[in-house]
């Protein structure tokens, strides 16, 4: 376990809990939001969620492309895509031209799902010299998977008591704890201490 530590289990535990909610709860009820706040009919918003599904699904060779264009850094990867979420989820909530707000959803969903990318496709394979690749993302599995449970619960109450656009908010301060894990505290700190 201590050598699970060293690997950064913790930090990639919160990425797994925050992407498990946007890949799995903000996909799940997509459909719900452009139908219900933007004002679509439940066929075309149908159809919208379809090609958005489409698009959704190409996450991971953009991912591919931040990453190598980050120096093959999954920390720098994850805080890029976090902060490109955050910054998609923003101008969701402050655009309110339909289309141009579906197009920053889902390159929000987009980016956010890259962090998801990192985490499992790089992240976990890395640990292969603990010899716990199975056990920890068994684990990580586990808390992305409930925190999508909790997260459909309470984005269901959520949506009829806030409103869509305050819980666009909410996806945004999500992203916004992603940028904030993901910063590179000791470079940022080891500075401060060789000039003492």
Same mark, same amino acid.
């Not at 805080?79 to 309110?96: E, I």
């Not at 998977?145 to 656009?165: D, E, Q």
């Given at each position: 376990?201590? *050598?699970? %530590?060293?690997?950064?289990? &913790?930090?990639? #535990? $919160?990425? =797994?809990?925050? @992407?498990?909610? +946007?890949?799995?709860?903000?996909?799940?009820?997509?459909?719900?939001?452009?139908?219900?706040?933007?004002?679509?009919?439940?066929?075309?918003?149908? *159809?919208? %969620?379809?090609?958005?599904? &489409?698009?959704? #699904? $190409?996450? =991971?060779?953009? @991912?591919?492309? +931040?990453?190598?264009?980050?120096?093959?850094?999954?920390?720098?990867?994850?805080?890029?895509?976090?902060?490109?979420?955050?910054?998609?989820?923003?101008?969701?909530?402050?655009?309110?031209?339909?289309?141009?707000?579906?197009?920053?959803?889902?390159?929000?969903?987009?980016?956010?799902?890259?962090?998801?990318?990192?985490?499992?496709?790089?992240?976990?394979?890395?640990?292969?010299?603990?010899?716990?690749?199975?056990?920890?993302?068994?684990?990580?599995?586990?808390?992305?998977?409930?925190?999508?449970?909790?997260?459909?619960?309470?984005?269901?109450?959520?949506?009829?008591?806030?409103?869509?656009?305050?819980?666009?908010?909410?996806?945004?301060?999500?992203?916004?704890?992603?940028?904030?894990?993901?910063?590179?505290?000791?470079?940022?700190?080891?500075?401060?201490?060789?000039?003492?």
């Amino acid at each position: 376990v201590r *050598v699970l %530590f060293k690997h950064q289990i &913790v930090t990639y #535990s $919160l990425v =797994a809990i925050l @992407t498990g909610i +946007v890949r799995t709860s903000v996909v799940f009820w997509l459909p719900t939001y452009i139908a219900q706040h933007l004002g679509f009919t439940p066929q075309v918003s149908a *159809v919208i %969620f379809t090609v958005s599904s &489409v698009a959704i #699904s $190409l996450s =991971a060779f953009i @991912t591919v492309f +931040v990453h190598e264009r980050m120096g093959c850094k999954m920390n720098r990867t994850v805080l890029v895509m976090f902060s490109a979420s955050a910054l998609f989820f923003l101008l969701t909530y402050l655009t309110g031209t339909p289309v141009l707000n579906i197009i920053w959803i889902v390159l929000a969903i987009i980016a956010a799902n890259g962090s998801s990318t990192v985490l499992w496709s790089m992240y976990c394979p890395s640990l292969y010299e603990t010899g716990l690749v199975s056990g920890a993302t068994g684990f990580l599995d586990f808390l992305s998977y409930m925190a999508a449970a909790l997260a459909n619960v309470i984005f269901a109450n959520a949506a009829s008591s806030i409103g869509w656009g305050n819980l666009i908010l909410v996806w945004c301060g999500l992203m916004v704890i992603g940028v904030l894990i993901s910063l590179p505290y000791r470079k940022i700190i080891r500075p401060s201490k060789v000039g003492k």
